[in-house]
C-alpha cells in the first residue's frame, strides 16, 4: 500500500510544534541572561507568528488571532533588549577600526557604556514579560492549538502544491514592496525598505516550513530570500544606528568621532541600497517557486 501523501496541514503543524518547543525551553535561558537567549526566543516568536499568519486559511476563522497577537506582544517586550545590545555591539566594533585621531578605544568604551546603560534600562520589562500571565497563556494556547488543531479542510491537501502556491505568493507581496522600496522618495525610502524586509522574512520562513517536506528547492527558496532580509537588514541597521549617533553625540562627549561613525552608516545604508537591485533579481525568479 503506497504511503499516504503529507497533507500542508500536517507540514504547518509540525513547523509550530518545533518552535514552540523552542520558545518553551528558552524561559530559563532568558531570565539568566545567557548569551543570544533572548535572540533565539524572538526569533522563535516570529516563525510562529509567520506561520500563522502565512497558513492563516488553513485555520477556522479568527482561531489564530490571539496567539498572534499574544506572539508579537512578546516579541516587542524581548526587543527593545536585543535592538540595544545589537546596535551597541555593531557601533563599538566599528569604532574600533577608526582612525588614530578619533581615539577609537575612547569612543568605543562610550558606546559600550551607553549600550550597557541602554540595555539594563529595559531589561525589567523582559523578567516581566517572562513572568506575566500573558506568557503563561501564551504556553497554553500553544499546546491547545497542536493538541485539537482549528484546521479547515483546505489543511489536507497535498502539500508540495499548497506550499508551491504559498511560496509565490510570498514572493509576489515581497516583489511589491522592493519595487516601491526603489521607486520611494528620500522621505518614504527607509520606511520602504524596512517593509520589503519583513516580507522578505515572511517568505524565507514560509521556505523554511516546507523544506522539511519539499527538501533542495524549498531550502534554495529560503536562501534566496534569506539574503535579501540580509541586505534589507543591513539597511535598517545602519538607518538606525546614524539615528542613535546623532542623538546621542553631544552627551557623549565624543561629537567628533560619533560624526566619523555616522557618515560610515550613511554609506553603509546607501552600499546596501545599491546591492538590493541585484540580490533580487535573483530572489525573484519564478522558478524557485515550482517546488513540484
Known sequence: MAKPETTVG???LARIEAQAKVLAGLDDAVRADEPDAVHRMRVACRRLRSAL???RRLFTRGATDGLVADLRWLAGALGGARDREVLAARLAAQARELPAECDPERVAAALERWGEAAYREVWPEVVAALDSPRRRALGDALAALLADPPLRHRAARPAVA???RLAAREQDRTAERVRTALAAGPEERDRALHEARKAAKRARYAGE????AVGARAERYAERMKAVQ??????QDAVVAAATLAAHASASGEAFGYGVLYGRQLAAAEAARERLPGVWKRAGKRKLTRFG
Open 10 to 12: 500536517q507540514v504547518l
Open 53 to 55: 499568519r502565512t497558513f
Open 162 to 164: 499548497e506550499l508551491s
Open 209 to 212: 516550513t516546507a523544506a522539511p
Open 230 to 235: 540580509e541586505v534589507l537588514g543591513e539597511h
